[in-house]
């Protein structure tokens, strides 16, 4: 079968720097899918040499009467960051994944030649886990949007996770390692981030063969994409993770089982690098695997994640690292090894500095590119815990997906320029490395624009900016701009360094007496000002009754819903503290009310969700069940898309890691957990010493697993139903009060 021309240019693409005409083209369809087709003829681009500096640049201009538009830039990339420079601050407009604000001035506004140089050499963008959290049900359609983001916000080096399943069952099978024993090696879709990471193996499984065959071919399509544009894709390499198998069919090499990634897990297979089976596996990986995607030299390979190795030897340590880097070499001899940081700060006892040390040391400068994973709340290179290798500064934000307002802003703008500005950081870029996306827009924005500036923004000024290109000059009232002056300062400006991520929803949580923390990892406890919150939602509600066009925008909708059910989480702590204090004090009535009050906010909340087409589990399901070709894999993908939400892992010690407060999952899900729980309390109302939490806790574990293993999905719509503002006012007026 014939190839398109778009993959026919994979290779050469990979082999050398795309064509300027190519990446012109590529910039030229990203402002007709942006703008639409009629607006392409007014721009005029062109791809030009990059001068002294390492970074990126772009330069604006037009003619006197506003157009054409002439945009010069080193990269595609640059040409997109340049068009969306001209969007935000010459057309005071806004794209989002949340909606987008397109009013352009008319007529066109006049730009004197400005030009923009990034003093970074990589944007960097993804986590292995994105592709689990965010991204393993996309089409190529909700790629190609995704890969326009990128470009219009500076990244250049994406990292590429997709379809190397296919690669591994070439490689292993050519190593004679049977299909079956594959299966139990390969996670489900939802799992396949921490199965290749090395943290569990076949959890959540069996994966089809269709789906590895069917993410080949997007995976194919999102390179050339990538490429395009003058990205540099960050493709997978060889960490020692091994199917269990390999120690049968090679019972000389030096397998060994890990300790369990977390309790209810089995360990993974680590194969010693220091065993040339090591070599020969790393290096056919990358020969295969280039020969399926080609090569852009940038590999991923995290041989330790949230897991240590055999031995502390320093000597081991070395020796281990040059063996992985060896083996990237011999498969591609221009091979850079991009390694996160995390390890180094995950486990500070076993990585000491004589240990961390020997394993960055034993690889050259030039071949090693860090992660500073979590650099907006722990940075590590502070720490001085990279020895002076080339850093990437990032942006961590989010864990899990999990739902709620939270970033800091003020951490965010000062962070890369302090990087910057320490002669002895080696800081060669700035990116995003968020377990999941589509959260909190307004932190992806701050950021994306750190990348192409020196200093830090006025954070109060640039707040405002934002809201005028959110929503649109005319309609970004002094109300609104306060209302979010209110979250800038508050739910944004998080200043607890151990805060991973937004303080965790008590509806989303197993409901018992004490609830410190959602599952593992998500503390209760608010960092901000719970009445500023209410105060913005109140500001949200009024100017969307008095301007109506601003109602009817998806960016605002999005906003007031997200700003809607912060202020219903909030006030959820309270009342499950009053519920408690009833039934301790054995207040039948006083129960039954706030009882009534739960049920009532977290059903009135799931019709607000309902309203919103991004913030619905019937949509994770539906674009799950679109990957299935049989009855049998749409058990499998359903079953991965509820478990990653509910109970994640055996043992439950990830139980709501990535809980999502989503329509149909809150209203269904959650409310039964609650629901669950106030008729345990209730039915020990008269002695409550006598609450039996063990055989309350097997009961709600027993619906837990039981809505994991439904197939029913009729309760949960794949699209919105309901008017935000009108379901959002109605809860305004009935909760406001008690907020």
Same mark, same amino acid.
């Given at each position: 079968?014939?190839?398109?021309?778009?993959?026919?240019?994979?290779?050469?693409? &990979?082999?050398?720097?795309?064509?300027?005409?190519?990446?012109?083209?590529?910039? =030229?369809?990203?402002?007709?899918?942006?703008?639409?087709?009629?607006?392409?003829?007014?721009?005029?681009?062109?791809?030009?040499?990059? &001068?002294?500096?390492?970074?990126?640049?772009?330069?604006?201009?037009?003619?006197?009467?506003?157009?054409?538009?002439?945009?010069?830039?080193? +990269?595609?990339?640059?040409?997109?960051?340049?068009? @969306?420079?001209?969007?935000?601050?010459?057309?005071?407009?806004s794209v989002s994944w949340f909606g987008n604000q397109l009013e352009l001035p008319d007529p066109l506004p006049v730009v004197d030649q400005i030009k923009f140089e990034t003093p970074y050499k990589y944007g960097y963008y993804l986590n292995t886990c994105t592709h689990g959290y965010s991204t393993v049900w996309w089409d190529f359609a909700r790629w190609?949007?995704?890969?326009?983001?990128?470009?219009?916000?500076?990244?250049?080096?994406?990292?590429?996770?997709?379809?190397?399943?296919?690669?591994? =069952?070439?490689?292993?099978?050519?190593?004679?390692?049977?299909?079956?024993?594959?299966?139990?090696?390969?996670?489900?879709?939802?799992?396949?981030?921490?199965?290749r990471m090395g943290n569990v193996d076949g959890w959540a499984g069996p994966l089809p063969q269709s789906w590895i065959e069917l993410q080949k071919e997007l995976q194919q399509q999102l390179l050339a994409r990538m490429r395009s544009f003058g990205m540099t894709p960050v493709l997978p390499a060889f960490s020692g993770h091994v199917p269990a198998?390999?120690?049968? @069919?090679?019972?000389?090499?030096?397998?060994?089982?890990?300790?369990?990634?977390?309790?209810?897990?089995?360990?993974?297979?680590?194969?010693?690098?220091?065993?040339?089976?090591?070599?020969?596996?790393?290096?056919?990986?990358?020969?295969?695997?280039? +020969?399926?995607?080609?090569?852009?030299?940038?590999?991923?390979?995290?041989?330790?994640?949230?897991?240590?190795?055999?031995?502390?030897?320093?000597?081991?340590?070395?020796?281990?690292?040059?063996?992985?880097?060896? +083996?990237?070499?011999?498969?591609?001899?221009?091979?850079?090894?991009?390694?996160?940081?995390?390890?180094l700060v995950h486990n500070r006892l076993f990585w000491r500095a004589d240990q961390a040390r020997a394993f960055l040391d034993a690889v050259p400068d030039d071949g090693l590119v860090l992660l500073d994973l979590w650099a907006e709340m722990q940075p590590i290179w502070e720490e001085n815990l990279f020895y002076g290798k080339q850093f990437i500064w990032n942006m961590l934000h989010n864990y899990g997906g999990r739902s709620g307002l939270y970033g800091s802003l003020p951490r965010v703008a000062a962070g890369p320029p302090t990087a910057l500005a320490n002669s002895s950081a080696r800081i060669v870029g700035t990116g995003f490395s968020m377990e999941a996306i589509e959260t909190n827009p307004i932190v992806y924005d701050l950021m994306s624009e750190m990348h192409w500036r020196t200093s830090p923004p006025d954070v109060d000024g640039w707040v405002r900016g934002y809201v005028s290109r959110r929503y649109g000059q005319s309609v970004a009232s002094e109300t609104l701009l306060d209302a979010w002056t209110l979250l800038a300062h508050g739910v944004y400006s998080c200043n607890r360094t151990h805060q991973p991520g937004t303080s965790g929803s008590v509806i989303a949580a197993r409901p018992d007496r004490v609830i410190e923390r959602v599952g593992c990892c998500a503390p209760v406890p608010l960092y901000f000002d719970a009445d500023d919150v209410c105060n913005a939602w109140a500001a949200f509600v009024d100017e969307g009754r008095r301007a109506p066009q601003l109602a009817q925008q998806a960016a605002f909708s999005y906003d007031l819903t997200t700003v809607t059910? =912060?202020?219903?989480?909030?006030?959820?702590?309270?009342?499950?503290?009053?519920?408690?204090?009833?039934? @301790?004090?054995?207040? +039948? @009535?006083?129960?039954?009310?706030?009882?009534?009050?739960?049920?009532?906010?977290?059903?009135?909340?799931?019709?607000?969700?309902?309203?919103?087409?991004?913030?619905?589990?019937?949509?994770?399901?539906a674009d799950a069940k679109a990957w299935a070709s049989t009855d049998a894999e749409w058990v499998t993908y359903q079953y991965n898309a509820r478990l990653q939400l509910s109970l994640w892992g055996k043992a439950g010690h990830l139980v709501d890691y990535a809980y999502k407060l989503w329509g149909g999952l809150v209203g269904d899900y959650y409310l039964r957990r609650w629901g669950c729980f106030v008729d345990s309390l209730r039915a020990n109302i008269t002695a409550p010493s006598a609450w039996d939490l063990l055989a309350y806790t097997a009961q709600v574990k027993t619906l837990e697993q039981q809505w994991t293993l439904d197939t029913d999905c009729s309760n949960y719509g794949a699209l919105p139903v309901g008017d935000t503002l009108q379901v959002a006012g109605s809860l305004l007026e009935k909760y406001h009060g008690v907020c």
């Open positions: 079968m014939a190839r398109p021309l778009v993959l026919l240019l994979l290779y050469a693409c &990979a082999a050398a720097a795309v064509e300027a005409g190519v990446q012109e083209q590529a910039v =030229q369809g990203l402002i007709g899918r942006v703008l639409g087709e009629e607006y392409v003829p007014l721009f005029a681009l062109a791809i030009v040499d990059r &001068a002294a500096g390492v970074g990126d640049a772009f330069e604006l201009a037009t003619s006197p009467a506003g157009q054409p538009v002439y945009i010069s830039g080193t +990269s595609g990339v640059a040409l997109a960051s340049g068009f @969306h420079w001209w969007l935000k601050y010459y057309c005071n407009c190609e949007k995704e890969i326009d983001w990128m470009a219009m916000n500076g990244v250049n080096l994406p990292l590429a996770f997709v379809g190397q399943e296919y690669v591994w =069952q070439q490689v292993y099978q050519s190593l004679g390692i049977t299909a079956d024993e594959l299966a139990d090696y390969f996670g489900g879709p939802a799992f396949l981030p921490w199965q198998a390999l120690a049968t @069919h090679y019972p000389s090499a030096n397998v060994q089982k890990l300790d369990p990634w977390h309790f209810g897990f089995n360990g993974t297979y680590f194969l010693d690098p220091l065993d040339e089976l090591f070599a020969e596996i790393g290096t056919r990986f990358i020969e295969t695997q280039t +020969s399926v995607y080609g090569t852009d030299n940038f590999f991923s390979c995290d041989p330790f994640n949230e897991v240590n190795p055999p031995s502390s030897d320093p000597d081991y340590l070395s020796a281990v690292s040059k063996a992985v880097f060896s +083996s990237m070499r011999s498969g591609d001899e221009a091979a850079i090894w991009v390694l996160q940081g995390w390890f059910t =912060q202020a219903l989480s909030d006030l959820m702590i309270r009342w499950h503290w009053e519920l408690l204090r009833a039934f @301790h004090r054995s207040n +039948s @009535h006083k129960f039954d009310l706030v009882a009534a009050n739960i049920t009532a906010l977290i059903t009135d909340l799931d019709v607000l969700l309902r309203t919103q087409p991004k913030l619905l589990l019937g949509k994770w399901l």
